[in-house]
C-alpha cells in the first residue's frame, strides 16, 4: 500500500484553504473588535462593528447596533462612543480633557449618555469603571 500522497480529502484535523482563509479573515476582524476601549472601562457593553472617523468636530447622535465609532484626530484617538442594540449612544470614553482641565482633570474619562428623551451626556467626567 503505498503512503504520503495526498488525495485531496481532509480529515477533521485539516482545513481546506477557503477555510483557513475564513478563519484568518474572522481572527482578524476579531482582532480589530477586540481593539477598541483602550481605557478597558468595564461600562462598556457588546461590540460587533468599528466606525473610525477622522478629525470630525462631533461624534455621530445613532450607529450601528452594538458598535463604537472612534474618532482620530491628527491621528491620535481622541473619543470612543458606544451604541447599544438599537443604535443609541450610551457611553463616550474621551482621551483629552477637551482643553479644560478644570471642568476634565481626569483623562481617560468617561460621560454617560442618556436617550430616553433627547440626548443627554454627563457634562463633567468621570474615572474610567475598571
Not at 2 to 27: L, Y
Not at 64 to 75: K, T
Not at 122 to 128: L, Q, S, V
Request: charged share 20%; hydrophobic share 25%; no cysteine.
Amino acid at each position: 500500500m503505498a503512503s504520503g500522497g495526498n488525495s485531496g480529502v481532509t480529515n477533521g484535523d485539516q482545513m481546506s484553504f477557503e477555510q483557513q482563509e475564513a478563519e484568518k479573515i474572522a481572527n482578524e476582524n476579531a482582532n480589530r473588535v477586540a481593539g477598541f476601549n483602550s481605557a478597558g472601562s468595564k461600562s462598556v457593553g457588546k461590540v460587533n462593528s468599528i466606525n473610525r472617523l477622522y478629525d470630525t468636530h462631533s461624534m455621530p447622535r445613532t450607529g450601528e447596533p452594538n458598535s463604537v465609532a472612534q474618532n482620530f484626530n491628527d491621528g491620535t484617538l481622541t473619543t470612543e462612543r458606544y451604541y447599544n442594540a438599537d443604535g443609541n449612544p450610551y457611553l463616550d470614553i474621551d482621551y483629552t480633557n477637551h482643553g479644560n482641565p478644570k471642568m476634565h482633570p481626569i483623562v481617560p474619562h468617561e460621560h454617560y449618555i442618556d436617550t430616553s428623551h433627547g440626548f443627554k451626556r454627563e457634562k463633567k467626567g468621570r474615572a474610567i469603571n475598571k
